[in-house]
């Protein structure tokens, strides 16, 4: 092996190992800004609060989903389906009622007297 290869082998070890650190670097320090993210925003406090409770609680529920769920707030009783149906009627309705306010506007553009009369 010639000097130029033991060199070349060398330097490109180097990249690697230096783009790997800086990969490395970017992973770590994206998780730290989502980490001080979550900080910031409470979720690290409600979710300890939510974990030390279920702990504590003498019975545990059956499903520990259910019961976080519940502590956090969020109802457990919904049904996705008739909402989105209730949604898309919702948003028809406001379209419908949109096209005949517009209509109406127009209507009562053409019966105002105009000024010069």
């Known amino acids: ?3 130029r290869d033991r060199y070349q082998r060398r330097v490109h070890g180097e990249r690697k190992f230096k783009i790997a650190t800086m990969s490395f670097q970017t992973v ?3 998780k730290e800004e989502f980490r ?3 900080e910031r925003s409470g979720v690290i406090d409600q979710l300890t609060r ?3 409770t279920l702990y504590e609680e003498p019975e545990k529920p059956q499903n520990a989903i259910e019961f976080l769920k519940k502590y956090l ?3 457990t009783d919904i049904d996705v389906e008739t909402m989105k149906i209730e949604y898309d009627r919702l948003r028809d309705e406001n379209t ?3 096209r005949q306010e517009e209509e109406l506007k127009k209507e009562l553009e053409t019966l105002r007297p105009t000024e010069d009369q």
Request: aromatic share 6%; hydrophobic share 40%.
């Open 36 to 38: 001080k993210y979550l």
């Open 96 to 98: 419908r009622l949109r």
């Open 1 to 3: 092996m010639c000097i």
């Open 28 to 30: 770590e320090s994206k």
């Open 73 to 75: 707030g969020s109802p």
């Open 50 to 52: 939510v974990l030390v």
